[in-house]
């Protein structure tokens, strides 16, 4: 056996085995991952004119639910309007001004949205049953989907440590 033979071989698996257990934590990927956050949990409440709820939301989020909506007295399937605005155009929409809505949609029963909201900031959502003389029940499903970046392990280094085990055995023997 010849000593420098072993000494390379031996250098080599020491390197092999630090790339196999220090490899993946030094490179890392770049990789995006959806956080998904209940905003209402299959929250029933009963609606005669107007039903709001204030909720600060940050910009960039996807906001998926589904609202089901019937009558309060027979439980027949039934239709509401659903407003979602941000602050500056809740106070337009109180006063009677011309108001601009991020989400704007007549909802009937277990009927889906969804929508991105533009900005951060305090947003409301409204149930406006002002047009019929029939109380509502609603009950809404909705979350907050939102991409966040992570940096990932890459487990593909370690296939460089195995390679340089084999050829440190094989330099050793």
């Known amino acids: 056996m010849n000593t420098l033979n072993l000494f390379t071989g031996l250098a080599i698996i020491v390197a092999g085995v630090l790339l196999f257990f220090a490899g993946p934590q030094l490179i890392v990927i770049p990789s995006t991952r959806t956080e998904v956050t209940d905003l209402f949990h299959?929250?029933?409440f009963i609606v005669?004119?107007?039903w709001e709820r204030s909720v600060q939301l940050d910009g960039g989020v996807l906001v998926n639910g589904t609202v089901a909506v019937s009558s309060a007295l027979t439980g027949e399937p039934s239709e509401i309007s659903m407003l979602i605005m941000d602050d500056a155009n809740y106070q337009k929409w109180l006063s009677h001004s011309s108001s601009t809505y991020t989400f704007q949609k007549d909802m009937s029963n277990a009927q889906a949205f969804s929508f991105t909201l533009p900005r951060s900031g305090l947003y409301h959502f409204i149930f406006d049953n002002?047009?019929?003389p029939v109380?509502?029940?609603v009950t809404i499903g909705a979350d907050l989907q939102k991409q966040?970046?992570?940096s990932l392990p890459d487990e593909r280094i370690r296939y460089v440590a195995y390679g340089l085990l084999a050829?440190?055995?094989l330099v050793t023997v």
């Open 135 to 137: 109380k509502k029940k």
């Open 130 to 132: 002002t047009d019929s």
């Open 167 to 169: 050829i440190g055995l």
């Open 148 to 150: 966040v970046s992570v």
């Open 48 to 50: 005669g004119d107007i």
């Open 42 to 44: 299959d929250e029933g």
